[in-house]
């Protein structure tokens, strides 16, 4: 069982309180761009064992959505951030470099 | 006006915790800046309390104030002035990014009342009841559907939840009460 604390309301909430809203910091690539980055951004998704950042929804409470980082295999979770940012903050990154030294995740390590 | 009801006209059952619906129930959902002093100033002054700390309760003369998210309030309030008080908020929000709606006719109010409340909670509610204290407000989901509750008093707490569920909750909470169904937690 996953337990998330939402960062919004602060609730630790039970992974049936919650709805997984897929990868997070996807960069979007609308009208215009190449069919490449198109294709990227639609389709292309990470599918790690280890380090994986997603994002949540706290659907069943305060209805926002956040980050999470956790590793995929252990169910082991680094911690949970705002959704307005396009990157991990550093306190989380340090949390996971200490426990997963030498992780990287797409552009992030 | 037409004559207003509730959605199970007060149903009960008596089994070790006690469920009822409740009364009419005038319920107003606020949404705006909280950080804002336009909108802290227009609750202490139409809802007679300050706007509460983070998921807790704050109680007025005639309203409590329940903290739904970091954005959103909902206000419980005597029926018939829910849609006076709606007006006096929206009047002194004036020019301010924020939302007053009346949503008592579109929420049901279940009461449970008996020592063992918090077990019939735990039953239904993936929270941790020997953790939640008087005074906070839980948002979570109830078996299958969304809801929020707070305890008044140790052997007495109110759900709130959306009023096409008001059957679905009611027979969720009556069966999980029913006499002989204690699992002895509280």
């Known amino acids: 069982m996953l337990i998330l604390e939402c960062p919004y309301c602060g609730v630790h909430a039970e992974e049936t309180e919650l709805h997984a809203g897929g990868e997070a910091h996807l960069k979007r690539f609308g009208p215009g761009s190449s069919d490449d980055d198109f294709e990227n951004y639609l389709f292309m998704r990470e599918n790690p064992k280890g380090v994986h950042f997603e994002r949540w929804r706290h659907v069943n409470g305060c209805g926002k959505w956040f980050h999470a980082a956790r590793c995929t295999m252990t169910l082991e979770v680094f911690g949970t951030y705002s959704a307005q940012t396009t990157e991990p903050p550093k306190d989380i990154c340090d949390k996971i470099s200490a426990k997963r030294p030498g992780w990287s995740w797409r552009n992030f390590s | ?186």
């Open chain 2, 1 to 186: 006006m037409s004559n207003a009801v509730t959605a199970l006209n007060g149903a009960k059952s008596t089994g070790y915790v006690t469920v009822k619906e409740a009364p009419l129930t005038g319920m107003i959902t606020l949404r705006g800046t909280f950080a804002s002093k336009g909108f802290a100033k227009m609750v202490k002054s139409v809802f007679g309390t300050d706007i509460p700390e983070q998921r807790k309760v704050s109680k007025g003369p005639e309203a409590t104030v329940l903290w739904m998210s970091p954005d959103e309030l909902m206000v419980v309030c005597d029926y018939a002035a829910a849609q006076d008080l709606v007006a006096k908020a929206t009047a002194q929000l004036g020019d301010e990014h924020a939302l007053v709606v009346n949503v008592s006719d579109a929420r049901a109010v279940f009461t449970l009342s008996g020592a063992q409340l918090r077990e019939v909670i735990a039953k239904e509610a993936p929270v941790d009841m020997s953790q939640f204290e008087m005074g906070e407000v839980r948002r979570t989901r109830f078996a299958q559907i969304a809801a929020a509750f707070w305890l008044e008093a140790e052997d007495h707490a109110r759900i709130i939840c959306f009023r096409s569920f008001a059957e679905y909750m009611f027979n969720l909470l009556k069966n999980a009460s029913q006499p002989g169904y204690e699992v002895g937690g509280w």
